[in-house]
Each structure stands twice: as C-alpha cells, then as structure tokens.
Nanobody, 111 residues
Framework: QGQLVESGGGLAQPGGSLRLSCVGSGPTLSSCAMRWYRQSPGKERELVAEINDFGDIFVKERFTISRVNAENTIYLQMSSLKAEDTAVYYC?????????WGRGTQVTVSS
C-alpha cells in the first residue's frame, strides 16, 4: 500500500520562506496528479497547489510546486510567508483510481 510522507514544516517568520517535501513510497508520483492542501483550525481544507501528470500547474500566489521524479518527491516552495499561512499542510496523490494522503506537516508563521 502506498504512503506519502511530508516534511519541512516548522516555525517561520513573516516574510520568510519554507520548502515542504512530499516523498512517495509505493506510488510513482510522476504518474499522479499531486496536490498540496492546507487546513487551519476551524477552516475547511484548502487547495494551495497542484501539478498533474501532464505538467499542468495551479498555485496560489507566493507558492511554487515542483516534482523531482528521480526522488519520487514533490516540493512546495512557500515565500513571503504571512501569519495566515499558518496551517497543517497535506500532500495528496491521485494515481488513477487510487488516492493517497500524507499525515501533514505543521507550518507556523509567527514573529
């Protein structure tokens, strides 16, 4: 059974940057539509970035999504961080009929 593991979260200052990683174990991520979501307390889960298996990309402002196939890894680069970016960030893979979720990584933006 496939697994996704996120890392790279932590505490960042406003205006700073963080890079999150999502490593796949099992699914070959280059064949999957990959998404990053985030969820803050009391709010619905929100899509922040997506890259499909054709290479089409959607990102919110200040975010960049990329994939390194040789590492079976998806990255989310976040810049000019704001307090409202504070959330748990989740990686999601849609690989044909199969969907996978990571457990999330906490990002806290605070001075």
């Amino acid at each position: 059974q496939g697994q996704l593991v996120e890392s790279g979260g932590g505490l960042a200052q406003p205006g700073g940057s963080l890079r999150l990683s999502c490593v796949g174990s099992g699914p070959t991520l280059s064949s999957c539509a990959m998404r990053w979501y985030r969820q803050s307390p009391g709010k619905e889960r929100e899509l922040v970035a997506e890259i499909n298996d054709f290479g089409d990309i959607f990102v919110k402002e200040r975010f960049t999504i990329s994939r390194v196939n040789a590492e079976n890894t998806i990255y989310l680069q976040m810049s000019s961080l704001k307090a409202e970016d504070t959330a748990v960030y989740y990686c999601n893979a849609e690989c044909g009929p199969n969907k996978y979720w990571g457990r999330g990584t906490q990002v806290t933006v605070s001075s």
